[in-house]
Nanobody, 123 residues
Framework: QVQLVESGGGLVQAGGSLRLSCTTH????????MAWFRQAPGKEREFVSA????????YYADSVKGRFTISRDNVQNTAYLQMNSLNSDDTAVYYC????????????????WGQGTQVTVSS
């Protein structure tokens, strides 16, 4: 049984930073494409960023480009999302997702999901 466990969410002032972590338990982490999605109240779940198994290909939503950085550590079985210059539009539950295949930006492509971590940005 593969489990994804997110951490690092919280309350931050606008302009501040947070780093989210997603640790995989079970499975072969190094084979997974890892991604981050987010869902704000009343909105659809939206793609934030993704990284292929080797880290050689990285993708970002336009709304976070230049502010967020995705990375992974295949020894620690952990993916990260460094979020800088946060604003109120970034307030959402952030979900880590994984799938053993090519990278994608739609939630339906991903087989494995974490429980989510709340990020709240106060203005």
């Amino acid at each position: 049984q593969v489990q994804l466990v997110e951490s690092g969410g919280g309350l931050v002032q606008a302009g501040g930073s947070l780093r989210l972590s997603c640790t995989t338990h079970g499975g072969t982490f190094s084979r997974y494409t890892m991604a981050w999605f987010r869902q704000a109240p009343g909105k659809e779940r939206e793609f934030v960023s993704a990284i292929t198994w080797s880290g050689s290909n990285i993708y970002y939503a336009d709304s976070v480009k230049g502010r967020f950085t995705i990375s992974r550590d295949n020894v620690q079985n952990t993916a990260y999302l460094q979020m800088n210059s946060l604003n109120s539009d970034d307030t959402a539950v952030y979900y880590c997702a994984a799938q053993p295949g090519r990278v994608g930006t739609v939630p339906e492509l991903y087989d494995l999901w974490g429980q989510g971590t709340q990020v709240t940005v106060s203005s």
